[in-house]
């Protein structure tokens, strides 16, 4: 996505997968990046211009509670604080729809502070809150779905990543019901739209996500043709259920048409 004015950015989390992207893309597309280190005394100091908040954990969360409470919040409670910015985008996670009967950014969000396994949730939920009880202008919200694309680390918990690694390998198991499905968003859509959200967005918070559902069985036997992999799929296989996620208003804003991720000629 073209048009946009050359601007100033800081990529808080700019080691991780989608933030190490979203600093090439910037850069391509002309921008001035600062890609922010890992505890850098300057985020504080400096003028950051538009900052994209990428700072967060993802499989390990369950096993690092108050490192997750650090990425989550913390920094971003300092940043907000202390730091000058002309704009801040947090990135959150359209898993705070869990539970949900509604996916569109208004909804009514359920939780369930006693059960471990929302931590990411209520932390992201928390990182939200503060970014729209801060007071300060320009602070906005998106929220991502499943992001896949070339150079995915298995060890992220990421689901097709780790299919995909096994299919690398010749053989595939999936231990999830096939008929389980999921919305999936591509890192080159996610890298292009975050920028545009950051300098024009009109609302404080944007599903970020395809609106659409592929199935664990589409990924598998994509992957099996791909790789030429044989599979298996584990019996009892439990069945994953997340709604489809809303993104009118991506779409109306900004007419975002989502690219395909199978089929679609590219290799991982």
Not at 31 to 42: F, I, K, L, N
Not at 99 to 105: D, I, K, L
Not at 156 to 173: E, T
Request: glycine share 10%; hydrophobic share 40%; aromatic share 8%.
């Amino acid at each position: 996505m073209t048009g946009l004015p050359p601007s100033t950015f800081t990529v808080l989390g700019a080691s991780g997968y989608i933030g190490s992207r979203l600093v090439a893309h910037l850069r391509a597309q002309g921008h001035t990046v600062w890609a922010a280190t890992r505890g850098d005394a300057e985020v504080l100091t400096r003028p950051l211009g538009h900052v994209i908040y990428c700072v967060g954990l993802t499989a390990d969360f369950r096993s690092r509670p108050f490192d997750t409470v650090d990425a989550h919040v913390g920094l971003l409670a300092e940043v907000l604080r202390r730091a000058q910015f002309d704009s801040l985008l947090y990135l959150s996670s359209t898993r705070v729809y869990m539970g949900a009967a509604s996916t569109q950014e208004g909804a009514v969000l359920s939780v369930r502070p006693g059960d471990p396994s929302y931590l990411y949730n209520l932390t992201k939920l928390t990182g939200e809150c503060l970014c729209h009880a801060s007071g300060r202008a320009g602070v906005r919200v998106a929220r991502l779905s499943n992001v896949v694309g070339p150079g995915m680390d298995a060890a992220s918990g990421n689901l097709v990543a780790d299919l995909l690694r096994q299919a690398r390998q010749g053989h595939i198991v999936l231990r999830s019901d096939p008929q389980s499905a999921k919305d999936y968003v591509h890192v080159a859509d996610v890298v292009d739209w975050l920028p545009r959200i950051a300098l024009v967005g009109r609302a404080s918070i944007y599903n970020v996500a395809s609106g659409e559902q592929t199935t664990h069985r589409q990924w598998l036997e994509w992957l099996a043709n791909t790789y030429s992999a044989t599979f298996a799929i584990t019996e009892p296989a439990p069945w994953q259920d997340f709604a489809p996620i809303d993104v009118t208003r991506g779409h109306d804003e900004f007419g975002w048409v989502p690219r395909r991720i199978l089929g679609a000629g590219e290799t991982w």
